[in-house]
């Protein structure tokens, strides 16, 4: 009889709820909802969207400087979103540096590495939140000064939260109704099952087409044999051995069987 692994109970319900495994190609639409709103960085990122609308009252913008702000942090967001997943999330540059290596593996490779897993597919608070302020904030002060950046700051959150839902969606096991959505989610699981080197955006692939990163699996005729390690190998790992000593080892294999061949090794 497989035994049950180590340091992980069989019956996980008795544990908190973020104490447990989620996996979204388990999940209901309704246990996604419910899971995605008691999620600590959707609770933060609400309560910094909520205490930026308490400030601009005490430091408001007139009603047109307020909404350029709101636009402009919507029109911003996607190409910041679409550089930073490019470069520096795909960059073959942070798990070469020590003290980054696992800052690398925690906000990428381990979504990478098992792209269903929801406890890894939100962004780590430490990094999206002083991004979305330099992505957002300046463009919004500019405007109109200290509430056109929160105004934008908020949408810039409030964005995200769009994102980071839409996001776990594209994993979820299910069909969406709208053909804009199923759309979006071919391209994402592409992304994550077949080349990782394109579809760079989570809802918006108008940069990836602007850039030519953009593409349908029928364009790529071959799967890229780093779609789950992000080229991070044995054989670089010889040399930077940070993200290799921080996860146990490396896998490269569809994490579904990954996950059958543990349960028949077991």
Same mark, same amino acid.
Not at 16 to 35: C, N, Q, V
């Given at each position: 009889?497989?035994?049950? /692994?180590?340091?992980?109970? $069989? $019956?996980?319900?008795?544990?908190?709820?973020?104490?447990?495994?989620? &996996?979204?190609?388990?999940?209901?639409? *309704?246990?996604?909802?419910?899971?995605?709103?008691?999620?600590?960085? +959707?609770?933060?990122?609400?309560?910094?969207?909520?205490? @930026?609308?308490?400030?601009?009252?005490?430091?408001?913008?007139?009603?047109?400087?307020?909404?350029?702000?709101?636009?402009?942090?919507?029109?911003?967001?996607?190409?910041?979103?679409?550089?930073?997943?490019? &470069?520096?999330?795909? *960059?073959?540059?942070?798990?070469?540096?020590? !003290?980054?290596?696992?800052?690398?593996?925690?906000?990428?490779?381990?979504?990478?590495?098992?792209?269903?897993?929801?406890?890894?597919?939100?962004?780590?608070?430490?990094?999206?939140?002083?991004?979305?302020?330099?992505?957002?904030?300046?463009?919004? #002060?500019?405007? %109109? *000064?200290?509430?056109?950046?929160?105004?934008?700051?908020?949408?810039?959150?409030?964005? /995200? !939260?769009?994102?980071?839902?839409?996001? @776990? +969606?594209?994993?979820?096991?299910?069909?969406?109704?709208?053909? #804009?959505?199923?759309?979006?989610?071919?391209?994402?699981?592409?992304?994550?099952?077949?080349?990782?080197? %394109?579809?760079?955006? +989570?809802?918006?692939?108008?940069?990836?087409?602007?850039? *030519?990163?953009?593409?349908?699996?029928? $364009?790529?005729?071959?799967?890229?044999?780093?779609?789950?390690?992000? %080229?991070?190998?044995?054989?670089?790992?010889?040399?930077?051995? #940070?993200?290799?000593?921080?996860?146990?080892?490396?896998?490269?294999?569809?994490?579904?069987?990954?996950?059958?061949? /543990?349960?028949?090794?077991?």
């Amino acid at each position: 009889m497989p035994q049950p /692994t180590a340091n992980v109970p $069989d $019956d996980q319900s008795r544990l908190p709820f973020w104490k447990r495994s989620h &996996y979204l190609d388990r999940m209901t639409l *309704g246990e996604l909802i419910s899971a995605y709103f008691q999620h600590y960085t +959707i609770i933060s990122y609400l309560s910094v969207a909520a205490a @930026c609308i308490v400030a601009f009252a005490f430091f408001p913008a007139s009603p047109w400087q307020t909404a350029a702000s709101v636009m402009a942090a919507i029109l911003i967001y996607p190409l910041v979103w679409h550089l930073l997943h490019q &470069y520096i999330l795909h *960059g073959q540059w942070m798990y070469k540096v020590r !003290c980054l290596s696992s800052t690398w593996k925690r906000i990428h490779y381990d979504h990478h590495q098992d792209p269903n897993h929801l406890e890894v597919l939100f962004g780590g608070l430490y990094t999206t939140l002083p991004t979305i302020a330099v992505a957002t904030m300046p463009v919004g #002060w500019l405007i %109109g *000064g200290a509430g056109g950046a929160l105004a934008a700051f908020a949408t810039g959150i409030l964005t /995200t !939260c769009y994102y980071e839902f839409m996001h @776990c +969606i594209q994993h979820l096991s299910f069909k969406p109704r709208w053909k #804009w959505v199923q759309s979006m989610k071919q391209r994402h699981n592409e992304h994550h099952y077949f080349d990782e080197d %394109g579809n760079f955006g +989570i809802t918006n692939y108008a940069w990836d087409r602007i850039l *030519g990163t953009y593409y349908e699996k029928k $364009d790529r005729p071959t799967r890229s044999p780093t779609v789950f390690n992000l %080229g991070y190998t044995e054989e670089v790992a010889v040399r930077y051995p #940070w993200v290799k000593q921080l996860s146990g080892g490396i896998a490269s294999g569809h994490p579904r069987r990954r996950v059958q061949n /543990t349960g028949s090794e077991a």
